[in-house]
């Protein structure tokens, strides 16, 4: 029996004048999990705001469960039972988890909370086992929960079909596999999933049947069993590949003065003890699993949260605990933040002045900003990673995920810092991208900068690193040399200090 659950016939969509998607033809089998691939731009997100009622077809046909439908929004598309979870999310960081999870439905039009909804949301919480605080403000959450919320809200939603836009890309191995889990129950219960994603293992391990898109088409369309990553990867770009990691610039011999060092700082984020030296020319790596305490390292380093106690010195120049962000740029440190959309980028604005935000000082005389250069500079940053559109003046709000990740990433590359942080730098961009941030990182290395390397997937922080700091509850247990670390060793060594931790702390928070 091959019931359909959403059928496109020859869709496509442009947007001022441009071509983004043309003669899609896919079929979701109802309760299937349905994976979406192709290299950023290629249109997965775009033909999951068609499904989800966020963007109308020019041309083609959308059926739902066997009804063809026409401009349809997104409250229509969930009164058919289509949830979409978005790649960049969308709650309102003023409420709560629960006003999140249940605000705007059927049942709370008067847009109040109803007496049942923790009740109701504790069933939820049954489904879901993710371990939520109902009354956390979205705003205080970090990004792996705030994606568990907007999950929470499409299942609140009693959806039948779930489009999921990258759901796993902020969170860790242990987290995704839950969520694997979850879209498990959800397709018992003939819910079909549909599953955008860059990374290739979960889509071999969970889905049912893939899409390959290209340029924003369908490239084809098949069941998983018949696939490998190198498949997949071969029909996305279009030829044969090689899935490989670079050779790291030998790790440089240590010097009197790191460009930063830091002797058991602490932090009111809930850093302690935190010892750590990054010389001119290596890339460090911070191993820890989500919540372990790396961003908050990255913070620290930059001025973002004051220092409560300890020594923290850039350049052998030791700074005041009231460390400001501006004065961390002036000394040549910076940072790329996790959350692009909230610290990162200037949506409103084009890629030319997103580029050259952060050096400003560099390409201004007198106050007057120098266009030209600021236009070479953002011309060599788009070639060099392949920004998508190419377009100096290209409106940023509108780029695909992997697109914006990679302007946030050119800010800073235009300018040598000192120090660069880099925090999950590759999260959401393609193959493709991933090996030129990758080759990035090395460039940088090779001229001497200090590189500080956070990413979720141990593999890409232990590859590329020459060092890492193990972390774990807000403090680092120990370093090693990356050369001779495995991802394996690594996580044991994780998980037994976390072990380690719990058994020696008074448990007060159930
Ligand atoms: N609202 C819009 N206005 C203009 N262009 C758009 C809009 N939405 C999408 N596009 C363009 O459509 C193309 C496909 O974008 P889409 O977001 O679907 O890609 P994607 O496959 O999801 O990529 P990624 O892996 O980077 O998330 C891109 O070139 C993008 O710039
Ligand atoms: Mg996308």
Redesign the pocket.
Known sequence: MTDIAIRLRGVAKS??G?R?LNDINIDIEKGSVHALV?????????VGKIIGGYYSADEGVVEVFGEAVTRFSPRDALGRGIAMIH?ELQLVPELTVLENVFLGLESNTAGFLRKGDLARFHALEETCDFGLNPHSRIADMRIAERQKVEIMRAIAREARVIIMDEPTSSLTEDEAERLHQLIARLKARDVTVIY?S?FLDHILANCDRVTI?RD?KVIRTDAIAGETKNSLVDSMLGEASEISWPTLPPRPAEQATPIVEMENVATATGLSDITLKIFPGEIVGLIGLVGSGRSEVARALFGADPIVSGRYAIGGVVQSRRLKVPRAIAQGIAFVPEDRRKQGLVLTQTTRPNISLASLGNISRHGFINHGLERSRARKMIDHFGI??SAIDGKVA??????QQKVLLSKWAVEKPRLLILDEPSR?V?IGARQSIHEFIIEMAENGVAVLLISSELEEVINLSHRGYLMSDGRIFAETDCRDTTVDEALHRIFEEQGAVSRGKEVTQP
């Open positions: 947007f001022g441009m983004i192709g290299e950023n731009g290629a249109g997965k997100s775009s790649q955008v860059h898109m924003g998508v559109p509108f780029y695909s995920g992997g697109n959401g393609d």
